[in-house]
């Protein structure tokens, strides 16, 4: 079971840059999106419902804005939106059901933008780490997959230096996101990477960031108990940030 979770930023301009052609390529079995920014009315034709591909939209309430979506070759099972069942009108929690493996599809807001947002963040943070605990402790495989907008590590961030007292890089958020790997989540491209730089999945479209490799890592696959008992690898595919979009996909590969 190969299981993809990507960043397109915005559905529609990725379809125009090879969307496709990368997901043929890397042929995976669901697919987890984030950032979707369109409403399934606004795709083309062919994919209002994607041809080959059992869907779950859920968009933002704002149009071109958030929102996240869910795909699978075969048929794939709505369990519900938000943290918990919460109010999402942002479209940044998806939870479907994929065969036996509970995907929950997150795009963590940025906080970069201005104070508020960072409380936004913040408060987002708080409410999600108690639901992610229920998570861990079920006994069937749960994979948490996306956007956290949050590097772990000075490894996770090729300036990590300069960027101490950035949104995505600020102690306490490293915090969290380590609080959450020591409760018992499985880091998958962490634990195989090992302690080296990167790998990148998302890069800033400043300079040449993205062609020298300088980038962050704030896409993750995260695993459950009974979900790392059948992980069989993973791997961030840096080609298709190349021409699709800022972020890379993350392809995990489970028994």
């Known amino acids: 079971m190969r299981i993809l979770t990507w960043n397109v930023n ?16 890397l042929d995976p079995d669901a697919c987890m999106l984030q950032e979707i920014r369109v409403l399934p009315e606004q795709l083309p034709d062919e994919w209002n419902p994607p ?32 943290i918990d069942g919460a109010a ?8 479907t059901r994929f065969e ?41 495989p749960v994979l948490i997959a996306g956007d956290f907008n949050i590097a ?3 490894q996770d961030i090729y300036h990590w230096r300069s960027n ?24 998958t491209v962490r634990e195989v990477a090992g302690d080296i730089e990167g790998p990148y999945t998302w890069w800033s479209n400043r300079g040449q960031a993205r062609v020298l490799d300088r980038g962050w890592r704030i896409d993750y696959v995260l695993l459950n108990g009974a979900a790392r008992r059948r992980f069989r690898g993973v791997h961030v595919d840096r080609e298709a940030a190349l021409e699709v979009s800022d972020h890379g996909p993350v392809v995990v590969d489970l028994e």
């Open 164 to 187: 101490q007292k950035t949104s995505g890089f600020l102690p306490h958020e490293r915090e969290w996101m380590n609080g959450l790997v020591s409760s018992g989540w499985f880091d």
């Open 100 to 140: 036996d493996v509970m995907l929950v599809n997150i795009y963590l807001p940025a906080g970069a933008s201005s104070p508020e947002a960072q409380r936004k963040k913040e408060r987002w943070m708080k409410q999600f780490v108690t639901w992610a605990d229920w998570l861990r402790r079920r006994r069937k």
């Open 88 to 95: 999402d009108p942002e479209g940044r929690v998806l939870v």
């Open 152 to 154: 772990r590590c000075e």
């Open 51 to 82: 041809e080959g591909w059992n869907v779950h939209w859920h968009p933002a309430e704002r149009k071109g804005y958030s929102g996240t979506a869910t795909l699978a070759r075969q048929p794939l099972e709505y369990v519900g939106t938000g």
């Open 10 to 25: 915005g559905l529609r301009a990725a379809l125009r840059k090879g969307y496709e052609s990368h997901i043929a390529r």
